[in-house]
């Protein structure tokens, strides 16, 4: 038995194959579900109804995806130009660093110039955090891997000595948590009643803009042909470098809105479980979207719904959420294999 | 020679080979007997190497049957053909450079569990094969310290010590001057008369005519002809080969002009095991085909890279068109009006998972009409790439499937095209031809020579001597990294430039 590649995949395989891994997934969660004892029917339902059965839940799906909308974009433009930036969680913790510094009371702006500054200077702390490692992949050869993976842990350290020291709200009864961001510093609701900030239409337009971006401006061919073969891009003439540092700009700066809009929409002020790994779940949202950014949206808005429809149905029925965790994880390599195998036959 | 008449050795029957839609080879049959020397004869993209991987155990056949010495070959296990006694010295060696020529020798011989054993006894037993079949090389030398010849003798030495009693060669000569062909030869020589059997794979008709005992020619996958090579001519054998008469294009006078690119004194630095320039000068006049030979790994890359805008001198000076060349990158390259047809069209002439259209204005994107103020003009992209697709005869499905879908010959046809489309004033053809079929290699050829016509400079950097001697107006030789003077055309022969491409002749110059 040997593997074959096939040169041109037919439309039937590219889509079959990945649904066939989605429904793959599905079957190893209900059979897991089966061995905790429950009915995997019914906790499937659960699931279904805790993401999507009501306002309420639908809502607080959309709500769970805005921040994977940013990172999943975040990480989906920089695996296409084949930088591996794994530093998205450092990234967000930056951005709603930034977003707390100026937003408690340092800018005292109306929020139609206030929401915009901090926006910005969320997107300039990501993109520094991944300027630094690109910088040494690009003028070192260091592997960005490593460097943006191991930030991550000096981000959150980093982070745990602010909420500690110079950012601890003196209000805050000894937690460690930053004071809460001025009125004008939020995020409001998206559409009035509804409990969805901005942060969701932002990420919209984000997606929306990172498309026109790839498919439509001299950058997105640039990104793409360096992604596809940096060796054919320098012979070129396409500045391989300056076009990395462009990249790592956009990516970094969109992990850190994710930050801005947890802070800002979302918790209004930053603690350290600001982020429940929406920085590494970013990766397997772009993974899962094939690192298109409109995929991205849905992607997010899958594995959102996973999460939130997992954690009410483990209330519901006593299965441990974290069922979820396991779903993803074999989501995503079915996913992986499933792709391999678009451009590959097996024979005999 | 006298055709031998021992045992069969190797017998191939009815072999298939697909590869998807791809018949690479059909109802291939082939015989080698004891003591001989066959030549597998046919065109890039005959099936020589697909046929070759097959008694090797590398690819496992369709349909049909090998056997070795009377026994069946089990499919896809290479292990059985070492075993079985086929030795395989391949285009690309499968050396480790950072090892001893003993140690590569030696390697995957030795047991696991007592790795030092047996060391004295296989240097004794390298060094006496060395001497038998006179494969001259240091056992103790790092294979990173050897040049390309020595390597190939570490490779051949390699089949010997696991007592290869079958060699097949895949295009040995294609990396060597013609005086370590010579020396190949006759290792080759040796080795039949010592009741070895040879299967020679190449498409240099004066090798095969000089070497081998019987000659198979394939064309498109099939056998086409066999013959004892004493019965047959060259231009029978060329025939065959190509299933037509060739035509090869007759240059017209040249009329040189004015200096485009002139180097003085250039050195560029070395790039891990790749030579750099040691003090090139030399100019590309407009109207002139200037043409570069040397063993491949000598520097070529380097000057290459140098028109290419992929390195800078390091050392002396650059002038295009009478002026100074300025900040020296791909981009400015282009700008001055040098179309570059790289040496590896997968890996920096084309993206493979790009279209045709995206590919045709991957240099050119970034200006009108291609794109304003920043946006892509898809239409004005499309536009360019059927232009290019029809004139330059690009057989493909359209402008918006992936280049990688191409044939060799067609991708480097697109290749040619964008550049040619731009008229470029220098013309920097690395390797134009390689792995092209006749046809192909034909119409890139008429290409350059009416680039020149027109009055550009061209210059022709290749392995083959053959091509660069019937193409160029004018020949350097590289060696090292340094480069012979200019020799005008018809005042060399090609064993004249074999001095200069060993290096020999600079060192009597010095």
């Given at each position: 038995m040997r593997l074959e590649p096939i040169p041109a995949p037919s439309l039937a395989r590219r889509l079959g194959l990945p649904a066939f891994a989605l429904i793959l997934t599905a079957l190893v969660a209900m059979g897991l579900v089966a061995l905790a004892g429950a009915a995997p029917g019914e906790v499937a339902w659960l699931v279904l109804k805790g993401a999507a059965g009501s306002q309420f839940a639908l809502l607080e799906t959309l709500n769970r995806a805005t921040p994977l909308i940013f990172t999943g974009l975040a990480v989906a433009v920089a695996f296409r130009a084949k930088l591996w930036n794994i530093g998205a969680e450092a990234q967000l913790y930056l951005g709603a660093v930034a977003t707390v510094v100026l937003g408690t009371g340092l800018l005292d702006w109306p929020p139609a110039v206030l929401l915009p500054v901090l926006a910005v200077a969320a997107m300039a702390a990501g993109a520094l955090a991944l300027l630094v490692p690109t910088f040494l992949k690009t003028?070192?050869?260091?592997?960005?891997?490593?460097?943006?993976?191991?930030?991550?842990?000096?981000?959150?350290?980093?982070?745990?000595?602010?909420?500690?020291?110079?950012?601890?709200?003196?209000m805050g009864l000894g937690w460690p948590k930053s004071p809460p961001l001025i009125d004008e510093a939020r995020l409001p609701r998206l559409v009035e009643g509804l409990r969805l900030h901005w942060g969701f239409g932002l990420a919209l337009i984000a997606a929306a803009l990172v498309w026109v971006i790839q498919t439509r401006t001299i950058w997105g061919f640039e990104i793409r042909a360096v992604g596809l073969n940096a060796e054919a891009a320098r012979f070129a003439g396409m500045p391989v470098n300056a076009v990395l540092v462009r990249t790592a700009i956009l990516s970094g700066g969109l992990a850190a809105l994710a930050g801005f809009s947890e802070v800002a929409g979302a918790k209004g002020a930053l603690t350290l479980d600001l982020s429940p790994g929406f920085g590494y779940t970013g990766i397997i949202v772009a993974m899962l979207a094939l690192l298109h950014p409109l995929g991205v949206v849905v992607a997010a808005i899958f594995v959102a719904g996973i999460f939130v429809g997992a954690d009410s149905m483990s209330r519901a029925a006593g299965v441990p959420s974290f069922i979820a965790d396991i779903l993803l994880a074999s989501a995503l390599l079915a996913m992986v294999l499933a792709l391999g195998l678009t451009r590959l036959r097996i024979r005999r | 020679m006298t055709p031998p008449s021992g045992e069969t050795v190797l017998r191939l029957a009815d072999i298939t080979v697909r590869f998807g839609p791809v018949t690479a080879n059909e109802g291939v049959s082939l015989t080698l007997r004891r003591g001989e020397v066959v030549a597998l004869l046919g065109e890039n993209g005959a099936g020589k190497t697909t046929l070759m991987n097959v008694l090797f155990g590398l690819y496992a056949a369709d349909e049909g049957t090998v056997e070795l010495f009377g026994q069946p070959l089990p499919p896809g296990n290479p292990r059985a053909a070492l075993e079985a006694g086929v030795g395989m010295v391949h285009q690309h060696f499968a050396l480790a450079e950072n090892l001893t020529v003993l140690d590569n020798i030696t390697l995957g011989t030795r047991s696991l569990w007592s790795p030092g054993a047996g060391r004295r006894a296989a240097r004794a037993k390298v060094e006496g094969l060395a001497t038998e079949y006179g494969l001259r090389v240091d056992p103790d030398a790092t294979v990173a310290s050897l040049g390309v010849g020595q390597r190939q003798r570490v490779e051949i030495l390699k089949a010997l010590y696991r007592d290869a009693r079958i060699l097949i060669l895949d295009e040995p000569t294609a990396v060597l001057t013609p005086q370590e062909s010579l020396d190949l030869f006759a290792t080759l020589r040796k080795a039949v008369a010592k009741g070895l059997s040879i299967l020679f794979i190449s498409h240099k008709l004066h090798e095969v005519e000089a070497v081998s005992d019987r000659v198979v020619v394939l064309r498109q996958g099939r056998v086409v002809a066999e013959a004892?090579?004493?019965?047959?001519?060259?231009?029978?054998?060329?025939?065959?080969?190509v299933g037509a008469e060739i035509a090869t294009p007759e240059p017209r006078p040249a009329l040189p002009g004015a200096a485009r690119v002139t180097l003085r004194d250039v050195s560029t630095p070395a790039r891990g095991t790749a030579t750099g320039l040691r003090g090139v000068s030399m100019s590309l006049r407009a109207g002139l085909i200037t043409g570069l030979v040397g063993?491949?790994?000598?520097?070529?890359?380097?000057?290459?890279?140098?028109?290419?805008?992929?390195?800078?001198?390091?050392?002396?000076e650059m002038e295009i068109r009478g002026a100074p060349s300025g900040p020296w990158t791909p981009r400015a390259a282009i700008a001055a009006g040098i179309g570059r047809i790289p040496e590896d069209r997968h890996g920096s002439g084309t993206v493979g998972d790009f279209d045709l259209a995206e590919n045709a204005m991957l240099e050119l994107y970034a200006r009108p009409p291609f794109s304003r103020g920043g946006w892509i003009d898809r239409k004005a992209a499309r536009a360019w790439a059927e232009r290019v697709i029809d004139r330059y005869d690009v057989r493909c499905p359209g402008p918006e499937a992936p280049i990688r879908l191409l044939s060799g010959g067609n991708m480097q046809k697109l290749i040619l095209g964008r550049v040619m489309e731009t008229s470029p004033e220098v013309i920097l053809a690395n390797q134009p031809v390689r792995g092209l079929d006749i046809g192909a290699l034909t119409y890139v050829h008429e290409q350059l020579l009416a680039a020149r016509d027109r009055g550009a400079a061209v210059l022709l950097i290749s392995e083959d001597l053959d091509e660069v001697i019937s193409l160029s107006d004018v020949i350097h030789a590289i060696s090292e990294g340094r480069l012979s003077p200019p020799f005008a055309r018809g005042t060399m022969t090609p064993a004249e430039l074999g001095e200069w491409m060993t290096g020999a002749r600079f060192d009597d110059a010095a």
């Open positions: 003028r070192f050869g260091v592997d960005e891997v490593v460097t943006t993976l191991l930030l991550n842990f000096v981000a959150l350290l980093f982070v745990s000595y602010l909420l500690e020291g110079p950012l601890k709200d003196p | 004892a090579t004493a019965d047959t001519t060259r231009t029978e054998m060329a025939r065959l080969m063993v491949s790994g000598n520097g070529q890359s380097a000057l290459a890279g140098l028109l290419a805008g992929l390195e800078r001198p390091s050392a002396g």
